[in-house]
Each structure stands twice: as structure tokens, then as C-alpha cells.
């Protein structure tokens, strides 16, 4: 897991920085980077290592329609899906058990009420570096992830 945290660690952050393709990210990527996060490790544990290409595959969901011009996803399951080749269930749960289940897939939904910033990351880290949603805000739920056949 290592190697997935150095590869989305302050990827955002970066990003907006950078006058690359990824600087267009703005301010709503966190939620299809954390899909990409977790298509990254689903495939490290189940595809011989098969590392997601972030690009290649915001181009492919755009294309398709599961997240927009802002990097907005639309369709979490149909992301990770295209990232995998496996379906994939959504739920929402205010706490997660503990321990978290090795199959299980998390990423925390976070709000800031002064700013009205909606803010997604992995348990273990985030995209974005210092994020005043997180810092300031509230976490209120946890979307986990599963996949079946």
C-alpha cells in the first residue's frame, strides 16, 4: 500500500501547481482521485500490479460520461469498474468496523460548514496537502467499497 499512498500524496496540491494536463484538476478531483486510489490497489492485490494511468483514464470516464470537465465523478462504481474490470457495490456508513475488513475499500466524506467545501480522502492519506475541509471541518460519513463478480 505504500506505493499507492506515494502516488495520490498531495497529488492535487501538486497538480494546481504544475502548467501540465493535470493542473486542470482544480478544485474537485479528490473524489476520482481516491476511485483511482483504490483501482491502484484493488489492482496491485488482484492484477499482478497493474498501476492505473490517471490521465488515460480520466479521459476514458469523460469520454463516457462518469465524471465532468471540473474532474466531478458521476458514477463512482462505473469508475472503478473501467479501472478494474470488476463491478463494484457502494455504501455509506457513519463509522467503519473495526478492523476494517482487508476486501473493504474506504474513503472519508468531509465537510467544512464556513467554507461549504465538500472534501473526499483515503483513510490513510489525502490529495490534497493541508486541506482546510478536512482541517477545519467535520468528517460525516465513510463511502466503502466492494467488489463482486
Known amino acids: 500500500m505504500s506505493g499507492i499512498k506515494e502516488k495520490y500524496a498531495g497529488l492535487q496540491s501538486a497538480a494546481k501547481k504544475d502548467a501540465a494536463l493535470l493542473a486542470c484538476m482544480g478544485d474537485y478531483a479528490c473524489l476520482f ?7 491502484d490497489e ?8 497493474r498501476a492505473v494511468d490517471v490521465v488515460a483514464l480520466a479521459l476514458r470516464c469523460h469520454a463516457a460520461g462518469y465524471i465532468d470537465g471540473e474532474w466531478t465523478v458521476k458514477n463512482q462504481c462505473a469508475v472503478l469498474e473501467l479501472a478494474t474490470g470488476v463491478r463494484w457495490k457502494k455504501a455509506i456508513a457513519p463509522a467503519l468496523p473495526d478492523p476494517v ?3 473493504m475499500y474506504t474513503v472519508e466524506k468531509w465537510y467544512n460548514k464556513r467554507t461549504g467545501y465538500t ?3 483515503r483513510r490513510g492519506y489525502d490529495t490534497v496537502e493541508n486541506s482546510v475541509t478536512v ?8 463511502y ?4 463482486y463478480i
Not at 482541517?135 to 465513510?142: A, L, Q, S
Not at 466503502?144 to 467488489?147: E, G, I, N, V
Open 144 to 147: 466503502t467499497y466492494s467488489w
Open 119 to 121: 472534501h473526499f480522502r
Open 42 to 49: 484493488y489492482n496491485r492485490s488482484h492484477h499482478n500490479g
Open 135 to 142: 482541517r477545519d471541518g467535520v468528517r460525516e460519513c465513510y
Open 33 to 39: 482521485l481516491c476511485m483511482c486510489s483504490i483501482a
Open 101 to 103: 475488513p482487508e476486501e
